[in-house]
């Protein structure tokens, strides 16, 4: 994921642990010292990341956790409107589409567009399960309480592969919209991590 949001230091763990540690027990977590998501441990002692995927440090994602938690922590729970929206229609997000659109949708297009069935595997890995659009589609929690919804319509001898990243309406309660494309991303990350282990176990 990239990290030119995180000049200076801001998204540190010592600027944002007290936010962050506020999470423990609350908005979906666990009352635990570890915080676990998209198989991801986040280590409220210290700051760290576990890749429960890969069974190793993750130290490169950290800023950016550091600043999708933030805005988390924020936030005061209110139940899933049903209603997809996608990134276009969040405020400001249609200015900046063609990069969450490179940045995460791109990257699912391309992992899966030959092999759709594989993300419906992939994303069982990350705790998700299967969802009823387009050829192929997933629901996963990428937060306890922030759903992402991945489509798939895969490769034809007419069309190519196409996906779409949607999102409950009741994200904007959660995250701001830049979190949002973060939190897209880190998702879209963790899909092609889990199909990388999948692939390991052919």
């Known amino acids: ?3 030119k949001s995180f000049e200076g230091d801001l998204w540190t763990w010592i600027h944002c642990k007290t936010k962050i540690t506020g999470l423990r027990g609350r908005l979906g977590f666990a009352d635990s010292s570890f915080l676990r998501f998209l198989r991801l441990g986040f280590s409220l002692e210290d700051g760290s ?3 429960e995927l890969k069974n190793q440090p993750f130290t490169a994602i950290a800023p950016s956790l550091y600043c999708i938690l933030s805005g988390y922590a924020d936030a005061k729970p209110i139940p899933e409107t049903l209603k ?4 276009r229609q969040l405020p400001g997000g249609y ?6 659109s490179r940045r995460a949708v791109n990257s699912i297009q391309k992992i899966f567009g030959s092999k759709p069935e594989r993300l419906i595997d992939a994303a069982k890995l990350l705790g998700g399960s299967k969802a009823g ?3 192929y589609s997933v629901k996963l929690y990428s937060l306890p309480l922030v759903p992402i919804t991945i489509v798939l319509w895969a490769e034809s001898q007419e069309f190519e592969s196409s996906a779409s990243i949607l999102f409950d309406s009741s994200v904007g309660n959660y995250l701001s919209t830049e979190q949002v494309a973060m939190l897209g991303e880190l998702t879209s990350v963790r899909l092609k991590h889990a199909n990388e282990v999948l692939e390991t176990q052919k």
């Open 95 to 100: 200015a900046y589409y063609n990069a969450f």
């Open 84 to 87: 997809l929206v996608s990134f």
């Open 133 to 135: 659009y387009g050829d």
């Open 1 to 3: 994921m990239t990290t």
């Open 49 to 51: 990341v576990f890749d």
